[in-house]
Structure formats: structure tokens, C-alpha cells
């Protein structure tokens, strides 16, 4: 109840500054675009550039492509991309602002929140290119769009409490950049960006092993709650793949354990932050 | 008696030092993050401020007057004993504290009164007051790295004192200033304490220690030594420094 309260407490004020987190927020993506008159769209050359090498590579040269397969990989390299810059934007964020923290009060958690929208602002922008492009492909757009909101929601929970995770961890060990760039490296792999979720699923009998325990290696794949959301903005956006390709349906139990994991890395993150947030000016 | 604006009650703050980089995961594996040394950065200070003074806070490097700004900004917390202010504290800030070097004056001042509490509203309408005291010109729509540091110190000068704030904690900054910049901020000063604000000023100037403060206090080793009428205090802490030279 205490810890309840005490939350509450946190958001009230963290309420209270909402004009600064936004100013926070417009300040980081003015920098970000700024000095230059192309600037959103250089920020969208990288992840466009990816797909575009990694379409390239696995359609012409492992030649395990499907029809539309970058439009397949974008819709997937885009929600990883906002996780990964979110998360390594917010780990660097209490460090970079620190002779501010130790000037003035401000709710800290302010400062890795502020960080994590902008982001989520650029991922939607970088959203309204994938439509650009899915039209230019004609894939057409159904209602289940409707869901995208939701969607995005769950994702930005789990983003944000990994980013105040990791905001808070790397003020007081600085080698938590390194390990983060190792780890966010594996889960490049770990979650489907370079392939879809139906291939998982479509494991051959030439390896007996994870032939017999299939249903197992997805369950405990799917827990993994970045994977299933990454799989649902598939699932939103595109057609299903060619059945050749394989079957993976999203079930209700696997979205409500990624949603409620989602619940859990936020207040998680958002607890963890507040018990060490005082700490922050001494370790600066 | 005026309302006591700031409380500080047997305030200690304990800081540990870390040796050879005990904040990395290595350490906290093998469990060594056991060595660290506790130093008293404050110890058992108490006094109290009432609405309308103006007091200097002297000492030398490492004396903690830095830790008792931080305090009273609400930065840290003590490690004992009770800090209280009572309405809304503005430090001044400076570049890397609260400026951004990409963005313009404007766009500094509304994102700076945020985050001193303000809202956006109130700051536009100061707008005009602060970029006219701060003698800025049209300095005011180029990025701050265009800007000298005085520039920048008038800037944070002009933004805390238009946020009227309750109390005011002046640390130091003023120097960077041109002697006209420095008359105009202390005569901008002398109207707060007119107005019945709170001041708290940090500088090894005793001259502008004098001239601005009624009361001083001494740290000495994160002890409060003396606490009395500025005057007195400082013609002690001279001697003890003379005596040191």
C-alpha cells in the first residue's frame, strides 16, 4: 500500500511538470533535426538503408525471401528501432544532464521520459513513411489499424520502464553501456526483425529436438514480450505471409502476458528509478 | 517576526568516497564495493532563514558550501537531520546546466522556466523583461554557442531573478560578468531584498559579501563556525585566512 502511495505521489508531481517534459521533449527532437534542412529525413536513411541492404541480402543471396519481404522487415525494423534508440538514448540521459541535476530540482524521472517520447514522436513519423511506402507497394490498409494505438501503448510501456532501468543503472555503474550494446545486440536476433515469426514456428523435422519441443521453443520465444509486439505490428499492418512460409498465431494468453509483462517493466522501472533517483547528485 | 523561509535542522550529509572504480558491476560481483570511505561533507548544521534576509554563505573550497546549495535546492537530501524551505527555490543556471549550446536564446528561456516550475504562458509573457534586462539584442534568436560566457551568465541572471522566486541562491556566478552587468545585478538585488525576498549568496568575494549581505555564515570543514551579522563574520573569516597566508 505504501509503495502504491508512494507512486501516486511520484506521478502527481512528475504531473506538475508535464509542460517540462514536453518542452524536454521539443528541445531533444529541435536539437535532433536542427543544423540541418533535411534533418528528419537523415534520421530515416539509416533504418531504410538496413532494410534495404538486409531485403537485398536475404532475397538474392540466402534467397529465403516471400513476396513483399522488406515491407515485412521495415514494419519490424521500425518498433525495434524506436526500442533500441529509446533505450540507449535514455541509459545516456541522467549522465548528460547531469550539471543540471545537481543545480536545480526537477522530478528527474522528467529527463529519460522526455527522451523516450521523443522517440516515440520519430517512430511515428518513421510510421507514416512505412504508409508511404505500403501504398506505393499497394498493400492495402484494413481496419485492424484501429489497433495500432493499443499497440503502440503496450510497446511504449515496455520501452519506457526498460529506459528508466537503465537510466538509473548506468549513474551508478558505468559499465551498464557496455553490457547494454552487447545485449541489445542478442535481441536484435531475439526478436523477429530480419524474419518473421511464421518461420520460427515452421520448424523442420531434420532437427528432431526442437522438432518435438516446437510448441515450447515459440511459447518461451513469445515471452519475450519486444518479440510478440514487434510480431503484432506485422500482423496490423501486412497481409498474412504465404502459407509455404509457416502458421503463428498471436493467441489471446501470448498478447496478455506481453501486455501484462509490459505493465511490469514500466512500474518496475518507474519504482526502481524513484527508490535511487536522490542518489543521482552525489554519484554525478 | 517575518516567516522562516528555510529550516535547516542538525543537517548532516555524508557522501563515500569510492576508490579505484568501485561503481562497476566487476566490483559489485566479487563484492568489493566495500571500499568506500564515508566523508561528512555537512555536519550537524543548523540555522534558520527568515523571509527578507540576505545571507552570504563563506568558506573555503570543500567547506560544503556547494552541499548546502545542493540541499536547499532540493538536489540531494541529508544523509540526517531536516532541511525545509519553504516556497520556490531558483539556483542560477549556467551553460551545461539547464542551456542547450544548439538552441536560441528564446528557445532556452522557455525550456529554463519549466524548468524552474514556471509555466509556458507566464514565461512568454516575461519573455520581454528578461531578453531587455539581459541587454542581449538581437543576440537572442542565434544559438547559444554563438554566445560569450557573460552572455550566457546575463541570461541565467536575467531568467532566475524575472521567475520571482521566493528564495534565490546566488552561487558564485556573478564574476563572469562586465562590472556595468555585475551593478545592474546588484542593484537588481537590492530591489528583491526591497521586495522582502529571500536571498542566499556564495562567493569568496568578501567585498560583495559585505556589500549584499546582513548575516553570513561560516563553514569551516562542513561545520557552521559562525553565524552572526555579516560585518563581524567576515572580518573573522579574514583574519583566519590571514593567519593561515
Redesign the interface.
Known amino acids: 500500500m505504501r509503495f502504491a502511495s508512494n507512486l501516486a505521489a511520484e506521478t502527481r508531481e512528475l504531473c506538475r511538470?508535464h509542460?517540462?517534459v514536453r518542452?524536454?521533449m521539443v528541445?531533444d527532437l529541435?536539437?535532433r533535426y536542427?543544423?540541418s534542412a533535411l534533418g528528419f529525413l537523415w534520421s530515416l536513411l539509416n533504418p531504410l538503408a538496413q532494410v534495404f541492404i538486409i531485403t537485398i541480402v536475404f532475397k538474392f543471396v540466402i534467397r529465403i525471401g516471400f513476396p513483399n519481404y522488406s515491407a515485412y522487415v521495415l514494419a519490424g525494423f521500425l518498433p525495434w528501432t524506436f526500442f533500441q534508440m529509446a533505450v540507449l538514448d535514455a541509459s545516456q540521459s541522467i549522465l548528460l544532464h547531469g550539471?543540471?541535476?545537481?543545480?536545480?530540482?526537477?522530478p528527474r524521472e522528467a529527463i529519460p521520459i522526455s527522451i523516450v517520447l521523443s522517440n516515440l514522436v520519430h517512430f511515428g513519423l518513421a510510421l507514416l513513411v512505412l504508409f508511404v511506402y505500403m501504398a506505393v507497394i499497394r498493400i492495402p490498409f484494413t481496419a485492424k489499424l484501429l489497433l495500432l494505438p493499443p499497440l503502440i501503448f503496450f510497446h511504449l510501456l515496455l520501452t519506457m520502464g526498460i529506459g528508466l532501468l537503465v537510466s538509473c543503472a548506468n549513474v551508478?555503474?558505468?559499465?551498464?553501456k557496455y553490457?547494454m550494446t552487447v545485449c541489445l545486440n542478442l535481441m536484435y536476433y531475439m526478436v523477429p526483425v530480419i524474419y518473421v515469426l511464421e518461420q520460427l514456428a515452421n520448424i523442420p523435422p531434420r532437427f528432431p529436438w526442437l522438432y518435438a519441443h516446437r510448441d515450447a521453443v515459440l511459447a518461451i520465444y513469445q515471452l519475450n514480450p519486444l518479440a510478440v509486439w514487434i510480431t503484432a505490428y506485422r500482423r496490423i499492418l501486412l497481409p498474412p505471409v504465404p502459407d509455404v512460409i509457416g502458421h503463428a498465431p498471436l493467441s489471446l494468453p501470448t498478447l496478455a502476458v506481453a501486455a501484462l509483462l509490459s505493465v511490469v517493466a514500466a512500474v518496475a522501472g518507474y519504482a526502481v528509478f524513484n527508490r535511487y533517483k536522490?542518489e543521482f547528485?552525489?554519484?554525478l | 517576526m517575518p516567516n522562516e523561509v528555510i529550516c535547516v535542522e542538525a543537517a548532516s550529509k555524508r557522501?563515500?568516497l569510492q576508490h579505484e572504480?568501485a561503481?562497476?558491476?566487476?566490483n559489485?560481483l566479487l563484492c568489493r564495493g566495500g571500499r568506500t570511505e564515508a566523508l561528512w561533507a555537512l555536519h550537524a548544521v543548523s540555522f534558520t532563514v527568515h523571509e527578507g534576509e540576505t545571507v552570504g554563505v563563506v568558506g573555503h573550497n570543500g567547506s560544503g558550501k556547494s552541499t548546502l546549495l545542493?540541499l536547499l535546492?532540493?538536489?540531494?537530501?541529508p544523509t540526517e537531520g531536516i532541511v525545509e524551505v519553504h516556497g520556490r527555490?531558483?539556483?542560477l543556471?549556467?551553460l551545461?546546466?539547464?542551456f542547450?549550446d544548439?538552441?536560441t536564446g528564446i528557445?532556452n528561456i522557455?525550456?529554463h522556466g519549466?524548468?524552474?516550475?514556471l509555466?509556458?504562458r507566464r514565461m512568454e509573457e516575461l519573455t520581454p523583461s528578461i531578453v531587455d534586462f539581459a541587454e542581449l539584442g538581437s543576440f537572442i534568436d542565434t544559438p547559444l554557442r554563438t554566445w560569450s560566457a557573460g552572455m550566457v551568465m546575463r541570461l541565467g541572471f536575467s531568467i532566475a531573478v524575472y521567475s520571482d522566486p521566493d528564495v534565490l541562491l546566488i552561487d558564485e556566478v556573478l564574476a563572469v560578468g562586465d562590472e556595468a552587468f555585475q551593478q545592474k545585478c546588484y542593484d537588481r538585488i537590492a530591489d528583491f531584498q526591497r521586495q522582502g525576498k529571500t536571498i542566499l549568496f556564495v562567493s569568496h568575494d568578501m567585498e560583495a559579501v559585505s556589500r549584499v549581505a546582513s548575516r553570513v555564515l561560516w563553514l569551516k570543514s562542513g561545520r557552521l563556525l559562525l553565524d552572526g551579522p555579516a560585518s563581524e563574520v567576515v572580518a573573522a573569516y579574514q583574519k583566519a585566512a590571514g593567519r593561515v597566508d
Open positions: 511538470y509542460e517540462l518542452n524536454l528541445r529541435k536539437v536542427k543544423n550539471p543540471l541535476l545537481k543545480k536545480v530540482y526537477i551508478f555503474y558505468e559499465d551498464v553490457l536522490w547528485a552525489e554519484n | 557522501y563515500r572504480g561503481g562497476s558491476l566487476k559489485l545542493g535546492a532540493n538536489v540531494s537530501r527555490v531558483a539556483p543556471l549556467e551545461g546546466a539547464g542547450h544548439d538552441l528557445e522557455a525550456l519549466s524548468i524552474l516550475g509555466s509556458n
